[in-house]
């Protein structure tokens, strides 16, 4: 609990010093987005948020109560600097984050994100989500190896699933329509086992996993061995973020809007930045991301029907970033024979310019 009150003063003094009117920026969004998922409850959260929003501007951060603190993380993210946005109807849900360049442009690209946003899904086993997974190939989902070893358990002869997986291609916030697949086989893993407690940029950490197709799927993303990321490119980040807030005082509006909120499709805008990975084939990049993400399906603006990287990790301190493989890099490196051949095998679209 003290890091999140640590974490909620830090993003304040920043927001409140670099903002005349932080309190209505903030509150106005955030009771936008209660209206929307939470309409029978909205005035009590926003009775909530408007009181500790006054606390913050004041610098009482500490006045805070404890069981309303997870709240002020989500609503402290709707300064526009860093969004995620909510997808709904197939497209990126902007309406509760006030005018800027990133809103404008996210809404520039919509029409041109639908079919990544359609090829994305969640990844659960137990019922948990544990990653995200995007479409390659009709009955081909690629991943993150380390969400892959939450799925299943290595062996000599092969991957024993420890219980029954699926992915769902639908998951827009507060829908309950499903297009639930399960995961049948895990095609392809490097051999090297990745540590998701610590980061190796030295370990490539893709999977492809073999899905049962149902009714209706989604238009598969494909590849290009051209798709070059470059520093200062705009890109969209498209997965499943997760976290654990809890309501500690047994109030459950708030619970409800926790459950209706995390978990669902989200697209984060960003961009290519520079970094210290300097390891060959490795990006770092500014779109918004938490647990779930891992295995995101990271596109380039212009080319929003190509999957040019996927996300594999990230960090807060001592600075943010996070971290992607750039899939065509991968692909041309003569040292990867085994996951060109799974892409060959399965009819996975590679394009070339």
């Given at each position: 609990m003290q890091d999140e009150y640590l974490w909620v003063q830090s993003q304040a003094e920043r927001l409140t010093s670099a903002n005349s009117n932080f309190i209505d920026r903030h509150y106005i969004a955030f009771s936008k987005l209660t209206q929307l998922l939470i309409p029978e409850d909205c005035d009590k959260l926003n009775n909530i948020a408007y009181s500790g929003l006054k606390l913050i501007s004041d610098k009482s951060f500490g006045d805070i109560p404890a069981n309303e603190v997870s709240l002020f993380k989500i609503i402290l993210n709707f300064d526009g600097s860093l969004p995620s946005y909510p997808v709904l109807n197939g497209v990126p849900?902007?309406?509760?984050?006030?005018?800027?360049?990133?809103?404008t442009f996210t809404d520039s690209r919509a029409e041109s994100l639908k079919t990544a946003i359609k090829a994305t899904g969640k990844i659960t086993v137990f019922d948990k989500i544990v990653g995200t997974g995007f479409l390659v190939a009709p009955n081909v989902v690629m991943t993150n190896r380390h969400v892959?070893?939450?799925?299943?358990?290595?062996?000599?002869?092969?991957?024993?699933?420890?219980?029954?997986?699926?992915?769902?291609?639908?998951?827009?916030?507060?829908?309950?329509?499903?297009?639930?697949?399960?995961?049948?086989?895990?095609?392809?893993?490097?051999?090297?086992?990745?540590?998701?407690?610590?980061?190796?940029?030295?370990?490539?950490?893709?999977?492809?996993?073999?899905i049962q197709t149902v009714n209706n799927m989604p238009e598969p993303v494909h590849f290009n061995t051209s798709c070059d990321l470059d520093n200062g490119d705009d890109i969209f980040a498209i997965g499943f973020p997760v976290q654990q807030l809890k309501s500690q005082d047994g109030a459950d509006?708030?619970?409800?809007?926790f459950d209706r909120y995390l978990g669902s499709k989200k697209v984060a805008p960003g961009k290519i930045i520079n970094c210290d990975c300097s390891y060959p084939g490795?990006?770092?990049?500014?779109?918004?991301?938490?647990?779930?993400?891992?295995?995101?399906?990271?596109?380039?603006?212009?080319?929003?029907?190509?999957?040019?990287?996927?996300?594999?990790?990230?960090?807060?301190?001592?600075?943010?970033?996070?971290?992607?493989?750039?899939?065509?890099?991968?692909?041309?490196?003569?040292?990867?024979?085994e996951m060109?051949?799974?892409?060959?095998?399965n009819d996975c679209k590679i394009l070339s310019l």
């Open positions: 849900y902007t309406a509760v984050f006030e005018d800027s360049p990133i809103k892959a070893q939450l799925l299943a358990q290595e062996t000599k002869l092969g991957w024993n699933f420890i219980s029954d997986s699926f992915i769902d291609f639908e998951g827009e916030t507060d829908n309950t329509i499903t297009k639930l697949c399960k995961i049948t086989k895990i095609l392809y893993a490097p051999a090297a086992r990745i540590n998701s407690q610590k980061i190796d940029h030295d370990k490539l950490d893709v999977a492809f996993l073999q509006f708030m619970q409800k809007f490795r990006k770092c990049h500014s779109a918004s991301t938490l647990a779930g993400n891992s295995g995101s399906l990271i596109v380039k603006s212009n080319s929003e029907s190509i999957a040019a990287a996927i996300h594999y990790g990230g960090c807060t301190q001592p600075v943010r970033e996070n971290w992607c493989h750039d899939i065509a890099y991968f692909i041309n490196d003569a040292n990867n024979a060109r051949k799974i892409i060959a095998d």
